[in-house]
């Protein structure tokens, strides 16, 4: 299990996939299901579900193929590339940053966004991050028109140059570990639910859009009407020295549940999830002696938010790994909490009750 968790992870990080554009990121799970002798079924949107069917209640277990970037905003006549952000991109890594732009048949060119040479740099800017429209992507073209030549229009999907590899203690370091290790987790996890012999109807989605908004899911989720939705992604580890306040979740520690999310900026949406299925997973992880960790925190939330709301309400809960570096080229978990999610999940969705009272009369 192990191997195949690791595999799958850095090879998905290694695909590019931004919002709308995930189409690569599906054709290798699509593969990956198959192999398993599944059949997998999509939407107009592109999310991907693969069905297991069993008695009630319905689950939902889902997680985003998708990654935030960049897009294409306007081709300068010199061939410099100016762009628009997609999802949470903080503005403060962009200088210097390696990007892939996809072209129109799927290349990844390699370019970098500029940044003023430090020796011309004057002391009132060194401390200063520049506002995204005023940064520029530098492909070593030298026209708009070679630009052009090379397949790159208006709209083209940008993404941190892509990259995955171990370091140290089994930690997986690059780009998208949110969520190609959520993808892999949920992989791992069909393998194991094919050779069930009966339970709960579990339908597995391999989402689209989450970093964009947060609403790619909604589709397959009002079709399959849940009554259970369980949503994968990271936690965020507060376990470095800028984040020692923040929370307990730690890397390497096990996986962990969400018990609160919210996100004011816009959203006004979060998550609090159904005291029931808070209950169902401390008893699966101490049942298989795991370390469950938790959060609570606003600033972040998922496509549950918005699941959760779907038909006559769908007891909802976060459920994910702890995660550094969120958002930057350079996110890091741990191969062993991989390992405890899968762990976690099997055992939870083996151990619903038929019978499991989820209304809150
Ligand atoms: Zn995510």
Redesign the pocket.
């Known amino acids: 299990m192990i191997e195949r968790l690791r595999d799958d992870t850095l090879n998905l990080m290694k695909i590019p996939g931004l919002s709308g554009h995930e189409d690569k990121v599906r054709d290798y799970i699509k593969e990956a299901v198959k192999k398993i002798g599944l059949t997998p079924t999509f939407d107009k949107l592109g999310n991907l579900t693969i069905t297991f069917p069993g008695t009630s209640p319905r689950v939902m277990l889902f997680?985003?193929m998708d990654q935030l970037g960049l897009v294409v905003r306007k081709i300068e006549d010199d061939g410099y590339l100016r762009f628009e952000r997609v999802g949470g991109v903080p503005e403060k890594i962009l200088l210097g940053q390696n990007i892939s732009v996809i072209t129109k048949n799927g290349k990844e060119l390699s370019g970098i966004i500029g940044t003023k040479s430090h020796h011309a740099t004057q002391p009132d800017e060194k401390y200063k991050v520049p506002s995204y429209r005023d940064l520029y992507i530098d492909l070593g073209l030298r026209t708009a028109s070679e630009v052009r030549t090379n397949g790159i229009d208006i709209g083209s999907p940008i993404v941190y140059k892509p990259s995955a590899e171990v370091i140290g203690d089994e930690k997986i370091i690059g780009t998208s570990v949110?969520?190609r290790a959520?993808c892999a987790v949920l992989l791992e996890v069909a393998r194991q639910i094919n050779s069930r012999a009966a339970g709960p109807e579990i339908n597995i989605v391999f989402t689209v859009q989450?970093?964009f908004n947060l609403r790619g899911a909604l589709p397959v989720a009002q079709k399959i009407k849940p009554e259970i939705a369980i949503q994968i992604?990271?936690l965020l580890a507060s376990d470095t020295p800028d984040m020692q306040d923040f929370g307990e979740i730690k890397l390497g520690e096990g996986p962990g549940i969400s018990m609160f999310s919210f996100h004011g900026r816009g959203t006004l949406n979060g998550v609090i999830p159904h005291p029931v299925l808070v209950k169902h997973f401390e008893q699966a992880a101490s049942k298989e002696n795991i370390n469950l960790q938790k959060s609570a925190h606003i600033g972040a939330l998922?496509d549950l938010s918005y699941v959760q709301l779907v038909e006559n309400g769908v007891a909802s809960i976060d459920v994910g790994f702890p995660i550094r570096y969120s958002h930057t080229a350079q996110e890091m978990c741990d191969l062993k909490d991989l390992v405890g999610l899968t762990k976690l999940l099997a055992s939870a969705l083996n151990s619903i009750p038929k019978d499991i009272n989820l209304i809150r009369d």
């Open positions: 997680t985003h949110d969520d959520g989450e970093e992604d990271l998922t």
